[in-house]
């Protein structure tokens, strides 16, 4: 393994000196916003460039460890990471508009607007933190960091719905990732019995090298704590509840990092609590925990999709379906493993479309009512195709990137021989693309109100929407090679294969950059599941 110490101190205290620069600025004068806002855009575009940097040093040499192994990337946090890193861009730089846009108007005072940038940039250290942390302690005290610093974002507005989704938001995530600590200290503690030096039984590679020595039943019952209490932060069901919620009183940019950025991170942490409990049990347990988990997150989301008349609740249901989605595609195997990785990326691109779109279609029609909001395309037509757009994408249509992604998960349910539940699902993912349809044509077509002002809010608002469209059309219609072999990097992390190709076992035909017959294809993906199995 190799060190890169240089890197780790400015990826957290970039941000974390722009939190404080920006907190310094809501005690002065209200003139020091802009400072604010320039920190803030220095931070983010800082992040984004270091992420993807340290990434791709993961990629091709080799997992880094800093800070006494209590920092990690490998191939499955650098994914997420740079994944964070573009989103952290995207939102921010459409924050800068919609809370200029917010300020202008008289929504949000010079302070507000500063208090948001160094709130923003705290929440985006602390997920940076869970998702490098190597000490599984440290993983649980950042997710929950990450609720102290982001509620205060949810409640930015002061107003009545959005102190009580505040509240909501952090009493439920709070009280539900107690269970997490709970799986988290029967891990630490069943490891403490056995090795041999109680203080390696803090760090995850550890535990991931000596997992056969754990006790199987202390490590069932902690991985239903895990995944009970970080899956509360995820949005799974029935731990979900305030999710919608919050996504949909908080600033947009902020529902956004939020839907994109904080539930992949829970995320990643069930998955690296995965790969021990794969070890210890067996894979059947872990597997239909999250198939079970994931099939009725699912099927819930879609159907409050359906009903849904508030513009961002749909998309926060829509988060819950996808959160659902990739932990039902963890529970088929490595194919599905994989799926689901490709699926997190692609997810976390379209909503973070979807939710700045979102934006600026509140900020010109004052409301999230779909009842109300009517020919966005003919009020600002750049929003309205491209949120549009996103819509279909979310839905799995072609030629988008989420269309390849759930075919995958589809092909991965059939190879690890569950037909009915893929059934189901597909039953379940055409309820969703229905109410996604909805939406587009209740909202994006039709005639404008005569009172709704036409123009872009800002242009600030809408390249970041570009800039993911173009990339979702790109991941839907050829990905690129660096992007597949980061994502099965990822997967051998989670499968403990390092040495064994999962892009063998694919069949992409329009995938130039991998030379695999279909006939091949099919026995790889066979052989590899049934050695799961």
């Keep these: 393994m190799m060190s890169l110490n240089n890197l780790f101190p400015y990826l957290f205290g970039i941000p974390l000196i722009a939190a404080a620069i920006s907190f310094a600025c809501v005690a002065l004068r209200e003139e020091f916003r802009r400072l604010s806002v320039f920190v803030h855009l220095v931070s983010v575009v800082a992040t984004w460039g270091i992420s993807w940097g340290l990434a791709a040093e993961v990629f091709n040499n080799g997992t880094i460890l800093?800070?006494?192994?209590?920092?990690?990337?490998?191939?499955?946090?650098?994914?997420?990471?740079?994944?964070?890193?573009?989103?952290?861009?995207?939102?921010?730089?459409?924050?800068?508009?919609?809370?200029?846009?917010?300020?202008?108007?008289g929504e949000l005072t010079g302070k507000q607007v500063s208090l948001f940038y160094g709130l923003f940039n705290l929440f985006l250290a602390t997920m940076l933190i869970a998702l490098t942390a190597n000490n599984i302690i440290m993983m649980w005290?950042?997710?929950?960091a990450t609720t102290v610093s982001s509620v205060f974002l949810v409640g930015l507005y002061y107003q009545r719905s959005s102190l009580e989704a505040a509240w909501k938001y952090i009493m439920l995530c709070s009280v539900g990732v107690a269970f997490g600590l709970f799986g988290t200290i029967m891990t630490y503690a069943n490891a403490v019995a056995v090795f041999d030096h109680p203080e390696q039984a803090l760090l995850w590679t550890t535990l991931r090298e000596h997992a056969q020595l754990l006790d199987p039943r202390l490590m069932q019952i902690a991985f239903i704590f895990i995944v009970i209490g970080f899956g509360t932060k995820t949005g799974l069901f029935p731990m979900h509840t305030w999710l919608p919620d919050a996504h949909s009183e908080a600033p947009s940019p902020v529902s956004g990092l939020l839907s994109a950025g904080l539930l992949n991170c829970a995320l990643m942490i069930i998955m690296r609590h995965f790969a021990i409990s794969t070890v210890v049990l067996g894979g059947d347990f872990a597997r239909f925990l999250m198939l079970g988990f994931g099939i009725l997150s699912v099927g819930i989301a879609a159907l409050f999709i359906l009903v849904q008349k508030d513009m961002k609740r749909l998309l926060a249901y829509s988060s819950v379906e996808n959160m659902g989605l990739i932990a039902f595609a963890v529970g088929l195997g490595p194919l599905g493993i994989f799926a689901a990785l490709l699926h997190m990326m692609n997810h976390s691109l379209g909503k973070t479309l979807m939710f700045c779109g979102a934006g600026n279609i509140m900020l010109k029609y004052g409301t999230r009512d779909m009842n109300i909001i009517k020919g966005v395309v003919r009020v600002a037509p750049w929003t309205g195709i491209l949120f549009g757009a996103g819509a279909l994408a979310l839905g799995g249509v072609p030629p988008f990137n989420l269309f390849v992604s759930e075919f995958l998960i589809v092909c991965s349910g059939l190879y690890a021989q569950h037909p009915i539940l893929i059934i189901v699902l597909l039953l379940l993912l055409t309820l969703v693309l229905a109410g996604l349809a909805r939406m587009v044509a209740g909202c994006i077509m039709g005639p404008a109100p005569e009172h709704v002002e036409k123009g872009e809010v800002s242009y600030l608002t809408v390249c970041p929407l570009v800039l993911l469209i173009v990339l979702m059309a790109v991941m839907g219609t050829h990905i690129p090679d660096t992007i597949l072999r980061g994502v099965e990097q990822a997967t051998q992390v989670v499968v403990n294969r390092p040495n064994e190709s999962l892009l063998e076992a694919l069949n992409l035909p329009w995938q130039s950059g991998v030379d695999i017959s279909s006939s091949d294809s099919g026995m790889s993906a066979v052989s590899l599941t049934e050695s799961v199995n």
């Design 66 to 105: 800093s800070s006494g192994q209590w920092l990690i990337l490998d191939g499955l946090s650098a994914l997420f990471l740079a994944v964070l890193g573009l989103v952290a861009l995207c939102t921010g730089i459409h924050s800068i508009g919609y809370i200029g846009h917010e300020h202008r108007h």
């Design 141 to 144: 005290v950042a997710i929950e």
